[in-house]
């Protein structure tokens, strides 16, 4: 990990210092305290992401552009286009509750991605881990799966029901990114991520204003 301070808020567009030295830029900020930055660039010493894996454009949303990501790493696209894979892991991962009022679209990334491996007559090693159920344990086994440069597809909730593992589960409001490093701020922890809709790299609190996060490890069953 690398160990950075806080520049003075008079500094927004680069309050992020590593020995004096800016390496982000403020998104967003709750309260007073960082929610997310840019990264820009990455540490010199001390911290690699995870950098192999295809940079797809944004499409449809973020949870079937990272879903589509991380499969065509673990060599699931075949000969498919980007937009057209994506657009074909997004028909198995999004769902419409059309019986319910304002027929909402839910995202079930699990479940999705396991009838796409059984469409393809794959076999995938699913596992979720929500930060509801236990923090120390979500955040223990992202750390260790970015030490063995394992891309994990992360999904920040913002539903107010969201704390509910069913009520995450759906993403209804959330975004999804692909989980490539992990980073002190201070004392926080923040991940470092993938964004599809900036195409760069983002760091996001572990602590911040969402209701929940999933963390999500997709592998190929051998």
Same mark, same amino acid.
């Given at each position: 990990?690398?160990?950075?301070?806080?520049?003075?808020?008079?500094?927004?567009?680069?309050?992020? +210092?590593?020995?004096?030295?800016?390496?982000?830029?403020? +998104?967003?900020?709750?309260?007073? %305290?960082? $929610?997310? /930055?840019?990264?820009?660039?990455?540490?010199?010493?001390?911290?690699?992401?995870? &950098?192999? /894996?295809?940079?797809?454009?944004? @499409?449809?949303?973020?949870? !079937?552009?990272?879903?589509? =990501?991380? +499969?065509?790493?673990?060599?699931?696209?075949?000969?498919?286009?980007?937009?057209?894979? *994506?657009?074909?892991?997004?028909? @198995? *991962?999004? &769902?419409?509750?059309?019986?319910?009022?304002?027929?909402?679209? =839910?995202?079930? *990334?699990?479940?999705? +991605?396991?009838?796409?491996?059984?469409?393809?007559? &794959?076999?995938?090693?699913?596992? %979720?881990?929500?930060?509801?159920?236990?923090? #120390?344990?979500?955040?223990? /086994?992202? *750390?260790?799966?970015?030490?063995?440069?394992?891309?994990?597809?992360?999904?920040?909730?913002?539903?107010? %029901?969201?704390?509910?593992?069913?009520?995450?589960? $759906?993403?209804?409001? !959330?975004?999804? @990114?692909?989980?490539?490093? $992990?980073?002190?701020?201070?004392?926080?922890? @923040?991940?470092?991520?993938? #964004?599809?809709?900036? %195409? #760069? /790299?983002? !760091?996001?609190?572990?602590?911040?204003?969402?209701?929940?996060?999933?963390?999500?490890?997709?592998?190929?069953? &051998?």
């Amino acid at each position: 990990m690398v160990k950075v301070r806080i520049h003075s808020r008079d500094f927004l567009k680069y309050p992020i +210092l590593s020995k004096n030295k800016p390496i982000g830029y403020m +998104l967003c900020q709750t309260n007073g %305290e960082v $929610e997310e /930055f840019g990264v820009s660039p990455f540490p010199a010493k001390g911290f690699v992401p995870v &950098k192999s /894996f295809p940079h797809y454009k944004y @499409f449809l949303n973020s949870h !079937a552009t990272v879903c589509a =990501i991380l +499969l065509d790493y673990l060599g699931l696209r075949g000969n498919d286009s980007e937009k057209s894979f *994506i657009a074909s892991v997004n028909v @198995f *991962i999004e &769902k419409c509750l059309c019986s319910q009022p304002g027929q909402p679209l =839910i995202y079930d *990334i699990a479940k999705g +991605l396991q009838d796409f491996a059984s469409y393809k007559k &794959k076999g995938l090693l699913i596992k %979720e881990l929500y930060k509801s159920d236990s923090g #120390d344990k979500a955040l223990n /086994f992202y *750390i260790e799966k970015i030490k063995q440069k394992e891309p994990l597809i992360v999904s920040f909730v913002f539903d107010k %029901e969201g704390k509910s593992r069913e009520r995450a589960r $759906e993403r209804r409001e !959330a975004e999804t @990114f692909l989980g490539v490093g $992990e980073l002190m701020v201070g004392k926080e922890i @923040f991940l470092i991520l993938w #964004d599809t809709k900036m %195409e #760069d /790299f983002l !760091a996001k609190s572990w602590d911040g204003s969402h209701t929940n996060i999933i963390i999500t490890e997709v592998r190929v069953e &051998k």
